[in-house]
């Protein structure tokens, strides 16, 4: 029974396991590339999320911007009715507007 191997055969056997060693070594690292990449992958798409759910609720109401603007061309037109009738008192002498806050 032989228990030692030829020296030229322990060589080749020594060089096979530092091999496959620094392969391991090699996978873990890039293992650890990709499980990095992943994460970060996952944090954009929360932020990316976060963002689209956002701009949704903020412009779920926008198909109302023309009443809003129809509105407020009804309470402009209302104002510039008042500063009129505010204006016509005030230059007709009625110091009971003046005294309320009225122009001077």
């Known amino acids: 029974m032989i228990l030692a191997l030829e ?7 020594w060089v096979t396991l530092w091999v496959g ?7 873990v690292i890039l293992l650890q590339f990709l499980l990095l990449a992943v994460k970060e992958i996952e ?3 929360k932020v ?3 963002t689209a759910t956002t701009l949704a609720r903020n412009t779920a109401t926008s198909w109302m911007l023309g009443n809003t603007a129809d509105g407020l ?8 009715r008042h500063d ?8 007709a002498g ?11």
């Open 21 to 27: 060693l620094i392969v391991a070594i090699v996978v």
């Open 48 to 50: 990316l999320w976060h």
């Open 84 to 91: 009129a009738l505010l204006s016509d008192a005030l230059q």
């Open 73 to 80: 061309e009804e309470l402009k037109a209302e104002a510039l």
């Open 7 to 13: 020296p030229e055969t322990q060589i080749w056997w």
């Open 43 to 45: 944090n954009n798409v």
């Open 94 to 104: 009625d110091g009971a507007v003046a005294h309320r806050g009225g122009r001077s």
